[in-house]
């Protein structure tokens, strides 16, 4: 059962940066930062990618980014990757996250259990998210 935990769990972790990449913008506090990035870094360097998908144009972005087959994965220890999500979690560090705004990409019951955890709301969305990937591994 734990073969493919893997690619489950960075599929969730990029799950939480991307909805945290998404509030940013709906919070009015810019563009997102890692997805461009991602997505550059994706089309210089499709080696990780190109033969695992197959379509039209928007078909491809939607599986590089969103894709069960979770590509994305082998770009993630990229510097350009790495300086996004840095960027990110530098830009939200020191904002206010209104629970109702954190409800708008995690929801509910993942926030209540990120906000009881001794860590930085940030740190603990992501974690929190993470280990609700690895729930269907236990019974």
């Known amino acids: ?6 690619p489950a769990l960075t599929f969730a972790w990029r799950e939480a940066i991307y909805a945290l990449d998404a509030l940013r913008g709906l919070a009015g506090w810019g563009e997102p930062l890692v997805v461009p990035a991602m997505e550059r870094l994706m089309l210089d360097r499709p080696d990780a990618w190109a033969g ?15 894709g069960y087959a979770d590509r994305i994965r082998y770009y993630w220890p990229d ?12 830009d939200l560090a020191d904002r206010h996250l209104p629970r109702p705004l954190l409800t708008q990409t995690f929801g509910e019951t993942t926030v209540a259990e990120a906000e009881a ?23």
């Open 1 to 6: 059962a734990f073969q493919k935990v893997g």
């Open 52 to 66: 695992h998908y197959r379509g039209a144009p928007e078909a491809l972005r939607l599986a590089r980014h969103f």
């Open 79 to 90: 510097p350009v990757a790495q300086t996004a999500v840095a960027a990110l979690r530098a």
């Open 117 to 139: 955890k001794d860590m930085s709301i940030l740190d603990a969305l992501i974690e929190t998210h993470v280990q609700e990937a690895l729930r269907p591994y236990f019974f």
